[in-house]
């Protein structure tokens, strides 16, 4: 293939809705389309072919770092919008995967999000998560949660992201937004800076490491709405994946920081539609008395009770979400049985 071909693929990319392109040699340009790789190329890429047009990507320093490395991921940007790029060695030859990104924030109404994350999303303090286990959506819910306060209220809000997937303009809010590795070193300093800079709304790109963990409820609990990303496969394992994070003596000590700070969390999975799009199906906890005792002193579980007789609350089990989707025609019976497996 020829050279200069990454603005026209992803161009293509995007007039086709891809989420993904992935370049891998031995196998032609593949599209990721709903639930789908879908073949670009009708000839298999040869490796040279693959690696240069990951590199295209990069400059000739970064190239070198890439050796060093072994993986890249950065940002770029072309007049059609933003993308993500993981560069890598696959079995000895370069490839590269292209995340796709909206060219704007994305509305909890677009998302179609329940009144209920509306509601989380106005909170003055405490902490919001939004969980899930990986490409379900959490990046760009919590996008579509600042671009809510950022139109409608009129906050400072900081973010602190890995790397930087939507540009937010300011409107009714300021929206300071920095890249680690950036603008900041880790999740952690640039969390401890936030804090001297007058900030109403935090949001964390994920909570990876005791230490942000810490400083992110401490902030939530004393009058800064946190929002922040977690890898868990369903509610009922956030306090196990939190704990996992921190020394057994200071066990005690997060569950009661958890239950202070905890204003919500909203769980995502993310399903292909009959139309060959992706709708978002939630179960969403909100912290009343009954699951902070929960977060306190009980196993998680407990949480699943709370959830199914809270509907006054604003509560959604994931059921209740699967079944509201199949009764509009949205998903298949099919795709909901998969996903109710684990529920």
Do not use: W
């Not at 693959?50 to 990507?57: M, P």
């Not at 179609?112 to 106005?122: E, G, I, K, Q, T």
């Not at 199914?308 to 199949?326: D, P, R, V, Y």
């Amino acid at each position: 293939m020829e050279d200069n071909k990454i603005t026209q693929i992803v161009a293509a990319a995007r007039a086709k809705k891809a989420t993904d392109v992935h370049i891998i040699a031995g196998a032609p340009l593949l599209f990721r389309i709903g639930k789908d790789l879908i073949p670009y190329t009708p000839s298999r890429l040869t490796g040279e072919e693959a690696r240069e047009l990951a590199f295209q990507f990069l400059s000739t320093d970064q190239q070198e770092l890439f050796r060093q490395r072994l993986d890249f991921d950065l940002m770029a940007a072309d007049k059609g919008g933003r993308y993500r790029v993981n560069i890598s060695y696959n079995d000895g030859a370069v490839g590269a995967v292209i995340r796709i990104l909206p060219e704007e924030p994305r509305t909890l109404e677009a998302l179609h999000m329940p009144p209920v994350v509306n509601y989380l999303a106005a909170q003055t303090k405490g902490l919001v998560l939004i969980t899930g286990s990986t490409s379900q959506g959490k990046t760009t819910t919590m996008s579509a949660m600042i671009s809510e306060i950022n139109t409608h209220q009129r906050k400072h809000v900081v973010t602190i992201e890995d790397p930087i997937e939507t540009v937010h303009l300011n409107r009714q809010s300021i929206v300071r937004q920095r890249e680690v590795g950036r603008d900041t070193a880790t999740f952690a300093s640039g969390l401890r800076a936030a804090l001297r800079q007058d900030p109403d709304v935090i949001a964390i790109g994920e909570m990876r490491d005791y230490e942000t963990i810490r400083i992110a409820l401490t902030a939530a609990e004393t009058g800064v709405l946190v929002l922040s990303t977690l890898h868990v496969i369903s509610i009922d394992k956030v306090i196990e994946r939190l704990l996992s994070y921190a020394p057994v003596e200071d066990e005690i000590h997060l569950r009661y920081l958890l239950a202070g700070a905890l204003q919500g969390i909203i769980h995502q999975e993310l399903l292909p539609t009959l139309e060959g799009g992706k709708r978002v199906a939630v179960e969403v906890l909100i912290a009343t008395d009954a699951a902070k005792n929960v977060l306190r002193n009980r196993g998680a579980f407990h949480l699943r009770n709370v959830i199914a007789t809270g509907a006054k609350f604003g509560m959604i089990t994931m059921e209740q979400s699967i079944n509201a989707l199949l009764a509009e025609g949205a998903i298949t019976p099919e795709v909901a049985a998969a996903v109710m497996t684990n529920y």
